[in-house]
C-alpha cells in the first residue's frame, strides 16, 4: 500500500485546524467555539469554510467586530 505525501491544500490546512477547535472538547461542551483566521490563510479559504458551516443546520455564525467568528450549534434530540 503506497502513501502519498502530497501536501494537504491551504483549504485542507485550513479545515483540519477548524475541526479541531469544533472537536475540542470544551468545545464540544460548550457547543461554541471562537474561530478566528490566521494571517498566512487564504482570506477566499476562509470565507468558503465559513459558507460551508453555515450551511449545517442547527449551526449559527456570529461575526466578531476583532474579526473573529463565533460558532454555536445544537445537538438535535433523537426521536
Do not use: C
Not at 502513501?3 to 491551504?10: E, L
Not at 460548550?30 to 476562509?46: G, M
Not at 459558507?51 to 463565533?70: C, F, K, M, P, S
Amino acid at each position: 500500500m503506497a502513501s502519498t505525501s502530497a501536501t494537504p491544500s491551504s483549504y485542507e490546512q485550513l479545515g483540519q485546524r477548524i475541526q479541531k477547535i469544533i472537536n475540542s472538547p470544551i468545545a464540544q461542551r460548550s457547543r461554541t467555539a471562537l474561530l478566528i483566521r490566521l494571517e498566512h490563510e487564504s482570506p477566499d479559504d476562509w470565507e468558503t469554510l465559513l459558507e460551508e458551516i453555515a450551511e449545517n443546520d442547527n449551526v449559527t455564525l456570529a461575526h466578531r467586530d476583532d474579526g473573529g467568528v463565533q460558532i454555536f450549534w445544537t445537538v438535535p434530540k433523537d426521536d
